[in-house]
């Protein structure tokens, strides 16, 4: 038997061609025999990938045919779906089944309850974002089919269901989806680490170059809230030891200040917030990698890692080596600058998106002109340089602040250089609210977190700027 598996049972009933079958006139169990998954559990990466899912949710948005392939089959339509405590899944629809959804959506008013179950359905997980597909012909789709699950769906939902209700509109999800070619390579400007050494405007960028160092003297996680993936809080009593899903504070509860999520209490998961040394040829920069990037570059998400830790009798701070994978690795970024970086002339930008596609970084070093090679100056410094430094400056800037704090960088001339020291709890604090849009929906806001060296001081930044001769 295959490694996916499309149902739990362990045994299989065939049919010969000698066999009869006789209707049942009273048959106890279930119809349809639906065995519905918790949201929780899809979006906590928790739920195994290996066999099929049954879902049922209230539409709250769809979006636009996509038919980018000659074969109907591999046209799909993207839904957004929420249960009845708010929390929400993508579900794509692919070939029959999203054309039967489209025609639905076509023929009936947008300000209803429509609800679906997808049975028999696959979930798949991509950079840490969970999608649940339809499969093949096997998955089953019911749209506000009057049966038992969906009557009952709908009497749980808060609300009023008259069609003229606005709390039932659904809304029109516009493609923001772009390719990774694209994204790297059209859509940002190209730039060198010199270049963005100094936040002077508001602006995404893309950037070349390899990881030299990882500082490891803070923490390489954060926990974050299952629903909503910004910061949690640890109330007082919390339970800070992880159950066998490696969740923390599943029975007590974590308190989410986040204002858009529909969850104030709420266990929380590890996710990854590594900060690295990135170098080019022009300079070095402080970046802060989170889960997404994390897991696809590692093949291992920060609860994995966390969960060994702990089944190793290590502390939860304890750094895992698994990570030191990730020097050496010659990347694309996409980066942000924000308005925070300017105001606080802070020049450690956060990730948005990484591509280790080695055709796709030989086109952008090859975008560079011969002249802009020829104006740079050599520059390299080795994996020594980043993880040697003091830590006595960085643990007097840091002490006595929260947890969620990443300490700032401070340039190494800083007699003369604008990118002063600052307060680092307003950083980190600005820092992981900035980052969860990041960690959702493709849409990819990105965080501002501030650096260290590995043995906790303020990593020291050479600043190099380009100059023509003459």
């Keep these: 038997m295959g490694a996916f598996r499309l149902t739990q049972q362990e045994h299989k009933l065939s049919f010969l061609h000698d066999t009869v ?5 009273d048959f106890s169990g279930t119809t349809f025999g639906f065995e519905f998954v918790d949201y929780q559990s899809i979006i906590s990466l928790v739920h195994p990938q290996n066999t099929t899912i049954d879902v049922i949710g209230l539409i709250i948005a769809f979006g636009e045919m996509v038919q980018d392939n000659a074969d109907m089959k591999k ?4 839904l ?9 899944l993508s579900v794509n629809l692919w070939g029959d089944f999203a054309y039967k959804m489209q025609g639905f959506l076509d023929n009936n008013p947008h300000n ?14 991509w950079r840490d974002y969970p999608t649940v597909n339809t499969y093949f012909t096997v998955s089953k789709l019911f749209i506000n089919t009057d049966i038992d699950e969906i009557n009952d769906f709908k009497k749980s939902l808060d609300g009023d269901d008259r069609p003229d209700s606005s709390m039932n509109t659904i809304t029109l999800m516009k493609s923001n989806k772009v390719s990774e070619h694209d994204d790297f390579m059209v859509k940002f400007q190209l730039k060198t680490i010199a270049d963005v050494s100094e936040p002077v405007e508001k602006n995404t960028f893309i950037i070349v170059g390899t990881i030299k160092g990882i500082l490891q003297n803070e923490p390489w996680h954060y926990l974050a809230c299952t629903n909503c993936n910004y910061r949690a809080f640890r109330p007082p009593g919390a339970d800070d030891q992880p159950d066998g899903n490696g969740l923390i504070g599943a029975t007590n509860g974590y308190e989410c200040h986040n204002k858009d999520c529909k969850k104030t209490e709420t266990s929380v998961i590890p996710r990854f917030m590594i900060l690295i040394r990135v170098q080019d040829n022009t300079g070095t920069v402080t970046l802060t990698m989170f889960e997404r990037d994390g897991k696809y570059l590692l093949k291992k998400s920060a609860n994995e890692l966390f969960k060994k830790a702990v089944q190793l009798g290590f502390g939860t701070a304890f750094y895992p080596g698994e990570i030191n994978a990730l020097k050496g690795l010659k990347l694309a970024f996409k980066i942000s600058i924000k308005n925070f970086n300017i105001s606080k002339k802070n020049n450690q930008y956060s ?4 591509s280790d596609d080695e055709k796709l970084i030989e086109e952008l070093e090859n975008k560079f002109t011969a002249s802009q090679v020829g104006n740079s100056q050599s520059f390299d410094i080795g994996e020594s340089d980043f993880e040697t430094q003091n830590n006595k400056t960085l643990k007097d800037q840091i002490s006595g602040t929260g947890d969620n704090i990443t300490p700032s960088t401070v340039d190494k001339n800083s007699a003369t250089s604008p990118m002063k ?3 680092t709890q307003t950083v980190l604090k600005r820092n992981l609210e900035e980052v969860f849009d990041l960690e959702l929906n493709e849409k990819l806001s990105s965080s501002k977190t501030p650096k260290i060296s590995p043995d906790g001081r303020i990593n020291e930044i ?3 700027k380009l100059e023509k001769n003459g």
């Design 21 to 25: 079958v006789t209707e049942c006139h």
């Design 75 to 78: 046209h799909r339509l993207n």
């Design 112 to 125: 209803i309850h429509i609800i679906v179950i997808i049975q028999f359905a696959k979930l798949s997980i």
């Design 421 to 423: 020291s600052f307060n």
């Design 351 to 354: 990730i948005c998106r990484v």
């Design 462 to 464: 050479v600043n190099v």
């Design 80 to 88: 957004q779906i929420q249960d009845a405590n708010g929390l929400q």
